[in-house]
Each structure stands twice: as structure tokens, then as C-alpha cells.
């Protein structure tokens, strides 16, 4: 095997050498400036554990006697995502020295960088990675660096974006998060669509994050049609927002699937237009109609809700009446079912935690920058679903007769 040398790489000058770099073969390329950067980040570390392990730095007068010492270097070649290259890590006279960042035998070291990317995914900035990787190995890495590194995860996004979905995901939720991206010269609020599916197994999963500045109609049909190109047939429930146009673009890619609005947004979006005064007294009158039993008895609150309210909001009355055949859908199943369906809580509880993510970045410089740290969030997020929806069984059975011949359950 042979292994091209690499000139050593003088962090003072990092910023020097970035700058004359003229090509990105220059950055990353078999002698690029992140490969000879990783080799001395990663050696420096290794200087570190050996400082640790005996108890002292190198050439401290307490190392004098003290029963241990440095004793040379081992030479290994190890693999990393930049190429291959030559490694010296430090021995001990008694031999006792055991690394961690790199062990002794191990020769790929490709999931270093993966450090970095984790650093990046739990909503450090580059500012803070800087710092961490300063503070405890007193290594400096400049933004560049720590920028290319969690660049690569573009590549991951692309490519979970594009998977293969299943067929049938009886129950599926859209709901949007906005930030403040930086787009041609001007700062403008996006919103990240997410779409989260209940597969047959009621484990959930995300199925994509879209960014984008205005929805509608032809925008929902654009990611209707990808999740029918990414192999989804049918979805048998799809719970809403109220997102513009979403429902007659789902209809129109699954013309059998149900839709349910929200009732905690059409609650909210309704509180929006009533006087404080008098949201208490609203709120008492508006719970029977969505808290009742049947659609007939909703029906019938909603009437005597428009009798009472209509004259003083009817722009909020005939919200509801517009939308009472999605927002009704929920009144046909079981307590158990309803409980899923009504809201998009489940999705919410998701951005909940994006935000916890995001919340040292006020500004985003573009859509692959909010992309890549949603898509890593999503990542580590996803790692503790691993138990189904609660009541699964029996809300899966229920879908099996009310969704007959849709649903074919494998027992």
C-alpha cells in the first residue's frame, strides 16, 4: 500500500491557505488542506489522551521519575473520508497506553467527521463545534473547516428525500415551521413543511421537509406527486392544518383519502378574531360541537352556535360551516381513533423539538442550511421511535373493515 506524504499544515496560516485555495481539489483533494488539517487535528488529540494517561504534558519537569514515559511513535496508515494518509501515534515506556479517538488496530477513521456532524445535529453553531474542539483537545478549526465537513450532509438529505416509501400509510400529517432564511440580498420567512406518516405497523416516519415561500394548490400537488413517485399507493387519513390547497391537491393525486382539518388550529385560528371579552364564553358554547358524540349532535351544537355567535362573527361561523366536511371526518370512528386524527399534535410534538434545535440560529443564510440541520435533527430524533402507536392494534383493525380491501394485515 502506498500512501502519499503529506506536508504538515501550520494552523496560523490556515486562513492564508484557504484563501489561495483555487479549486476544490486544493480543499479536499489527495494533498487538500483538510485531509493534512485531520492529520494534525487528529494527532494533537492523541498528544492529549498520552498527556492524560500519564499524568503530566510533554516535557513538564513532573514527568522526571514519575515511573512512565513517552517513548517514540507508532506509524500506521488509516482511512478517512478525505483519502488516506500516515498517522503517528504516541507510545508509553510501559506500554500501557490505550487511545480512544484512535485505537490501536483501527485503520478507518472515516466516522470523525461524524463527530463534528453530531456536534452540528444536537443545534451547536460553528462558532460553539470551534470552541468545544478548543477547549477540550486545544485544537483550532477554523469555520471553513467545521462548514465543508457538515456540507457533506447534502448529499444524505438528497438522497432520504428520494427513499422508497411504503405503500399504504393509513395515517399521515402536514404541518409547517417557519424560520428567517437569507434569500437574494433579503431576509424572508419560510416555512419547512413536514410530512409525518403512521406506517401499517403504527411506527412513525418522517416522509420529507420541503422549504418553501408560498403554498397552495400546485405546491402541494408537486409533493403529493413525489410521494406517489417515491412509491406510496394510498393513504387512507390525511390530518391537515388548514394548509392552502392542500386538500383538493391530495384528492386529486389519492382521490380515496380522507381528510381531517385540525381542531385545535380551526380553535385557535377562530380565538384570533373574538374579543378577549368574550373568548371564555365562545369557548364554553364551541366545545359541545367538537366534543360531541356524533356528527348529527355537532350539527346540531354547530347550528345553535351560529344562532348565538352568527350576528356578532360571522366570519367565524361560516369558517365552520365551509369547512365542517373536513373538519367533521374525525366523528365517524372510536374514541381510541379520534384521539390521533383530530389534531396534528403528533407533528407538532416534532417541531417542538426542531425548535429546541434550532433556537441558537435566528437567521438561516439559505435553504440547504435549514434543510441539512432539520434533516440532522430528524436523525437523531427518529433513533427513539421505536414503539408503535398507542392502541395500535385495535386502530388498525378498525381501519381494516371501515377501509375494506385497502388495508391487508399480515397475520
Known sequence: ???????????????????????????????????????????????????????????????????????????????????????????????????????????????????IISMYAKGMTVRDIQDHLNEMYGVDVSPTTVSTITDKVMSLVTEWQSHPLHALYPIVFFDAIHYKVRSEGKVLSKAAYTCLGVDIRGRKEILGIWVGENEGAHFWLAICNELKNRGVEDI???????????????????????????????????????????????MAD???????????????????????????????????????????????????IRRIIYTTNAVESLHRQFRKVTKNRSLFPNDEALLKILFLATRDITKKWTMPVRDWGFTISQFAVMFEGRVILDI
Request: proline fraction near 5%; glycine fraction near 6%; include cysteine.
Open 236 to 282: 387512507l387519513i390525511a390530518c391537515v392544518d388548514g394548509l392552502k390547497g392542500f386538500p383538493d391537491a391530495i384528492n386529486t393525486v389519492f382521490p380515496k383519502t380522507e381528510i381531517q382539518l385540525c381542531i385545535v388550529h380551526m380553535i385557535r385560528n377562530s380565538l384570533k378574531y373574538i374579543a378577549s371579552k368574550y373568548q371564555k364564553e365562545f
Open 1 to 115: 500500500m502506498t500512501t502519499d506524504k503529506i506536508a504538515p499544515i501550520d494552523l496560523d496560516d490556515l486562513q492564508a491557505e484557504i484563501k489561495n485555495c483555487k479549486t476544490m481539489e486544493d480543499i479536499t483533494g489527495r494533498n487538500g488542506i483538510l485531509k493534512r488539517l485531520l492529520k494534525n487535528m487528529v494527532e494533537n488529540i492523541l498528544e492529549a489522551e498520552m498527556s492524560e494517561n500519564l499524568g503530566y504534558n510533554k516535557y513538564a519537569a513532573e514527568g522526571k521519575n514519575s515511573g512512565n514515559s513517552r517513548n517514540g511513535k507508532t506509524a500506521k496508515t488509516v482511512r478517512s473520508d478525505f483519502g488516506e494518509f500516515p498517522l503517528e501515534t504516541p507510545r508509553d515506556r510501559k506500554g500501557e497506553f490505550e487511545p480512544t479517538l484512535v485505537k490501536k488496530r483501527q485503520t478507518d477513521i472515516s466516522s470523525f467527521d461524524e463527530k
Open 286 to 336: 364551541l366545545k359541545p360541537v367538537y366534543r360531541a358524540p356524533t356528527e348529527e349532535k355537532a350539527r346540531l351544537e354547530l347550528k345553535n352556535l351560529g344562532q348565538k355567535w352568527g350576528n356578532r362573527y360571522p366570519l367565524v361561523i361560516k369558517s365552520w360551516e365551509k369547512n365542517w366536511p373536513n373538519l367533521s371526518t374525525y366523528f365517524k370512528y372510536p374514541e381510541s
